[in-house]
């Protein structure tokens, strides 16, 4: 089994950044793809942001491409989120998935998940 836990979350302002952290634990998440996603109130749960095992292929939704960035660090197990240039809409639940077989770019295909942490980007 893997536990996640999502860290970073809070308010902030239109404009500025937040840097969300996912520690693994339970299991080394070395060999898992690794994704971000996002669910606001009434709203599905929707893909932000992936990583593959090495770090060395990343994939975004559109929305965010040139604002956010993500990141691991494979040594602590770790999973980081850099969000710049918040905008109103980018508030919502951020969740950590982790994936066995395939790059995470929808909920179904992720095994593992946190419980979230919420950002909010007041305008």
């Known amino acids: 089994q893997v536990q996640l836990v999502e860290s970073g979350g809070g308010l902030v302002q239109a404009g500025g950044s937040l840097r969300l952290s996912c520690a693994a634990s339970?299991?080394?998440?070395?060999?898992?793809?690794m994704g971000w996603f996002r669910q606001a109130p009434g709203r599905e749960r929707e893909f932000v942001a992936a990583i593959n095992w090495s770090g060395g292929r990343t994939y975004y939704t559109d929305s965010v491409k040139g604002r956010f960035t993500i990141s691991r660090d494979n040594a602590k197990n770790t999973v980081y989120l850099q969000m710049n240039s918040l905008k109103p809409e980018d508030t919502s639940i951020y969740y950590c998935?982790?994936?066995?077989?395939?790059?995470?770019?929808?909920?179904?295909?992720?095994?593992?998940w946190g419980k979230g942490t919420l950002v909010t980007v007041s305008s």
């Open positions: 998935g982790a994936d066995r077989s395939t790059i995470p770019r929808i909920p179904s295909s992720v095994d593992y």
């Open positions: 339970g299991r080394t998440v070395s060999n898992y793809a």
